[in-house]
């Protein structure tokens, strides 16, 4: 079992060195990172959930005081049906209360509180379909939903700094391990987020797509942020390396992924322009041929 020295630095600015075994290492790189990822997310979730819960509630209210409006007029209604002078009294109760505004209103607000519904519902289905897999499992699945899960659960960290175009690739059910796939998913797509907040674009451009290349699967992340400097490009993938500010990465997200899709037995290349925006590929096989050893399993 080799070892490994590790130097580093936390948010107070104090180094220090840890030395872990390769099982060690790996077992404590995939827990901090799936740690990080939850605490992105339930922030982001609790975010996202937040503003359609809020419109649903301020038009459930409106709703409310307008149905009981439209019951008092209908009431009043009712009482001169059988008295046909009563043409005024009428009007004077649709001024009374505001019939043609309420009517013209109510399916607004409901059409809004409706949307509001159904885009919780979408946030709920898309974290429990990215939380629930099992990262050890393998399993048959469909690759451009689970890219679109991801898309979801990390609007959040894109939102406000890009607009996100998709070309999703007519693709075979996928066999492989999703959840870790999901993670690397969310990893470049909310890097690329990170890259675009760091210029002054606005909005930026993340440009996902995917394709069948039998027998592999290639998906495109590529973004319009501030790019990888030539001279550290080839160490993007290492561990604990980050060109972020101390506290606001730990260097392993994509020295995970660079483990996941190698477990895959697929690879990851990226290509970047220093200012002009990085490209990551990646191809994984449309079929796993057998389990690989899990990221903590002790290797040679």
Same mark, same amino acid.
């Given at each position: ?26 077992? $404590?790189?995939?827990? &901090? ?13 609790? *975010? ?36 046909? !002078?009563? +043409? %005024? ?22 059409? %809004?509180? /409706? ?6 519902? $979408? ?16 399993? &048959? @699945?469909?690759?451009? !939903?689970?890219?679109? =899960? ?7 960290? @894109?939102?406000?700094?890009? /607009? ?10 996928? &066999? ?65 390396? #980050? #060109? ?7 260097? /392993?997200?994509? *020295?995970?992924? *660079?483990?996941?899709?190698?477990? *895959?037995?697929?690879? +990851? ?9 990085? #490209? ?9 041929? =057998?389990?690989? /050893?899990?990221?903590?399993?002790? $290797?040679?």
């Amino acid at each position: 079992m080799r070892g490994r020295i590790s130097c580093h630095q936390t948010p107070l600015g104090l180094r220090f060195i840890v030395v872990l075994s390769d099982e060690r290492e790996r077992e $404590q790189l995939a827990r &901090t990172q799936r740690l990080e990822a939850i605490g992105q997310l339930a922030a982001g979730i609790a *975010h996202e959930v937040n503003t359609p819960i809020q419109f649903i509630g301020d038009n459930l209210g409106a709703i409310g005081d307008q149905v009981t409006g439209v019951r008092g007029a209908v009431d009043g209604y009712r009482k001169l049906l059988a008295d046909t !002078a009563a +043409i %005024e009294a009428m009007e004077e109760i649709d001024r009374a209360f505001d019939i043609e505004f309420v009517l013209g209103d109510l399916p607004v607000a409901v059409a %809004e509180a /409706q949307a509001g519904v159904d885009r919780v519902t $979408q946030i709920v289905r898309a974290m429990r379909d990215f939380a629930r897999v099992d990262a050890d499992r393998i399993e &048959t @699945y469909d690759l451009n !939903a689970a890219l679109q =899960s991801t898309l979801t659960v990390a609007r959040s960290e @894109y939102k406000s700094v890009a /607009q996100v175009v998709c070309d999703w690739g007519d693709l075979p059910p996928v &066999t492989g391990f999703r959840g870790e796939l999901n993670q690397v998913f969310l990893n470049l797509i909310v890097n690329a987020a990170h890259a675009i907040a760091a210029t002054d674009r606005r909005p930026g451009a993340i440009e996902i797509g995917t394709r069948h290349l039998d027998p592999w699967i290639e998906v495109r992340i590529a973004d319009n942020g501030c790019g990888i400097p030539e001279a550290i490009r080839d160490k993007v993938f290492d561990p604990f390396f #980050t #060109t972020k500010e101390v506290g606001k990465g730990t260097g /392993q997200g994509l *020295h995970v992924a *660079h483990q996941v899709i190698q477990r *895959h037995g697929g690879t +990851i290349e990226v290509d970047s322009v220093d200012g002009g925006g990085t #490209t990551f590929v990646l191809r994984v096989p449309v079929e796993v041929a =057998s389990a690989p /050893q899990s990221l903590t399993s002790t $290797q040679p």
